[in-house]
Every structure is written in C-alpha cells, then in structure tokens.
C-alpha cells in the first residue's frame, strides 16, 4: 500500500482504504479500481492523496 498525489499516474490502481470529503462524506469505498472519471472527480472534491494498492 502506498500513499500518492491523486494524477493520471493513480488511473487503474486500486483504492486502499476508503476516500472521504473533508466534510465526511463517502466518495469512494476501498477496492475501486480508480478510473480517470473518478480521478477528476475526486480532484473536483480537492482530494489530493489518496492510498492505493
């Protein structure tokens, strides 16, 4: 498991552990394969690392 800035690089890597917004709210559930949807997405929620597998 590591730790990495949420880019293009993290496209079809696998979430680690859960994403929240940093009001708490549930993004995304740990087992994701990350897709560049969800890449932007997350960016949009200024979500900037993110553990992955």
């Known amino acids: 498991m590591q730790k990495m800035i949420v880019t293009k690089f993290v496209i079809g890597k696998t979430v680690a552990q859960d994403i929240y917004t940093g009001?708490?709210?549930?993004?995304?559930?740990?087992?994701?394969?990350?897709?560049?949807?969800?890449?932007?997405?997350?960016?949009?929620?200024?979500?900037?690392?993110?553990?992955v597998e």
Do not use: C, D, P, R
């Open 23 to 51: 009001q708490g709210f549930l993004l995304l559930k740990a087992g994701h394969k990350l897709t560049e949807t969800m890449v932007v997405s997350l960016a949009k929620y200024n979500v900037v690392t993110i553990w």
